[in-house]
Nanobody, 126 residues
Framework: QLQVVESGGGLVQPGGSLRLSCAAS????????IGWFRQAPGKEREGVSC????????NYADSVKGRFTISRDNARNTVYLQMKSLKPEDTAVYYC???????????????????WGQGTQVTVSS
């Protein structure tokens, strides 16, 4: 009954923006770190960003620094990924994942996360 569900993906032109949402069900998001990952066709799943349970620490992949912003609203049990200046290479299925928080930092490796959503497609194309 511990579930996360992604939404907000779609088709956008290069340079455009999208905001992805990760909504939690069956558990209190306050106690969990949240990571965003993406997987393009034929490629391995890679970490994009993460945020600690309190929101006190975040991490970003070098490829998205300055363009993506992760945030959380624990009252709404939701984490967001604001994406701007999107590039064709950002095209992928984006997943959110939850991990019980146990440190002051958050990790960006898939094996560190226990609960995964089904993914939402982001396509950046002209």
């Amino acid at each position: 009954q511990l579930q996360v569900v992604e939404s907000g993906g779609g088709l956008v032109q290069p340079g455009g923006s999208l905001r992805l949402s990760c909504a939690a069900s069956g558990f209190n998001l306050h106690y969990y770190d949240i990571g965003w990952f993406r997987q393009a066709p034929g490629k391995e799943r890679e970490g994009v960003s993460c945020i600690t349970s309190s929101g006190s620490s975040t991490n970003y992949a070098d490829s998205v620094k300055g363009r993506f912003t992760i945030s959380r609203d624990n009252a709404r049990n939701t984490v967001y990924l604001q994406m701007k200046s999107l590039k064709p290479e950002d095209t992928a299925v984006y997943y959110c994942a939850a991990n019980p928080s146990a440190a002051w930092y958050c990790g960006t490796m898939p094996y560190e996360y226990d609960y995964w959503g089904q993914g939402t497609q982001v396509t950046v194309s002209s």
